[in-house]
């Protein structure tokens, strides 16, 4: 029997709404650029300001190392305070948020709500306010890192809470196991590599913010940064730059050993 084939190919997928989108992004990003008034050229017109503090801030002085070290350790405790606080508050509000954990689309909706209220407040003006409350110290700095922890940690794991698999769930909600049990037993089995990845991604972020604090008098290494800049000693702050690189890609090496480790 005949057969009669269409030899005709596929029309090709229009890509036109792609380009309009790029072109619409590429207005917005020019426009944005215009009000605010963002001159390339003013790079190249203050290129010889740039030239003149690279040139004031060669060589380091790194015997400033020596001076800083107690607070550059100062600040390696406020990161890892601050991260272990908020991976302990998290844990409840990673659940709450978790649809496939609560039904209650209220109680979701607002445990979701109150976690991008703590996510929108910088962690600069965190320590700002909590050093106004608690002090110029380094407490400041580690109720700040701690608010801040939260909001990373919780709303990366509440997303991959809601990726797991949703198998052992059925078959624990089959045996009638409660909700502590199928969230000990089904859920935490499944999430807690991931969740244990965040918080070491966590802690090398409040490595870096914790460096930063002591400029609203959070306490830690930012202390001496704001010094340096102050009598406008560069050579000191590309010490602490260096310095406080050193001491962020080895603490990235072991958080990449132990991520290999858990994935």
């Given amino acids: 029997m005949d057969t009669k084939l269409n030899s005709e190919l596929p029309l090709k997928p229009s890509r036109l709404s792609f380009y309009l989108l790029l072109l619409a992004l590429f207005v917005i990003v020019f426009v944005s650029a215009l ?7 003013t790079f190249v017109q203050n290129s010889s300001n740039m030239l003149d503090l690279i040139a004031r801030m060669l060589p380091p002085d790194w015997s400033y190392i020596v001076t800083t070290t107690p607070a550059m350790l100062d600040t390696i405790r406020m990161a890892l305070l601050g ?14 948020c978790a649809r496939n954990v609560f039904k209650s689309k209220w109680l979701v909706e607002t445990s979701r709500i109150a976690l991008n209220i703590l996510r929108t407040i910088p962690d600069l003006l965190l320590a700002a306010i909590f050093a106004a409350i608690l002090g110029f110290s380094p407490l400041a700095g580690i109720v700040a890192l701690s608010i801040f922890s939260i909001g990373i940690i919780a709303k990366l794991s509440f997303e991959a ?10 078959s624990m909600d089959a045996v009638g196991a409660n909700k502590l049990q199928w969230i000990a037993f089904g859920v935490v089995p499944q999430v807690l590599p991931h969740f244990v990845s965040y918080v070491l991604y966590t802690f090398e972020i409040n490595i870096r913010a914790a460096a930063i604090l002591g400029l609203v008098g959070a306490g830690g290494i930012g202390l001496f940064y704001n010094r340096a800049l102050g009598f406008f000693a560069y050579d000191q702050v590309l010490a602490l730059i260096l310095y406080t690189l050193i001491v962020v890609i080895i603490i990235d090496l072991i958080s990449l050993k132990i991520r290999e480790k858990l994935l």
Avoid: H, K, R
């Avoid at 009000?35 to 050229?41: F, H, K, M, Q, S």
């Avoid at 991260?83 to 709450?96: A, D, K």
């Fill in 161 to 170: 809470i809601e990726n797991i698999d949703n198998g052992p769930l059925e």
């Fill in 35 to 41: 009000y605010i008034e963002a001159d390339p050229l």
């Fill in 83 to 96: 991260t272990t606080m908020g991976m302990i508050f998290s844990i409840p509000v990673m659940f709450l």
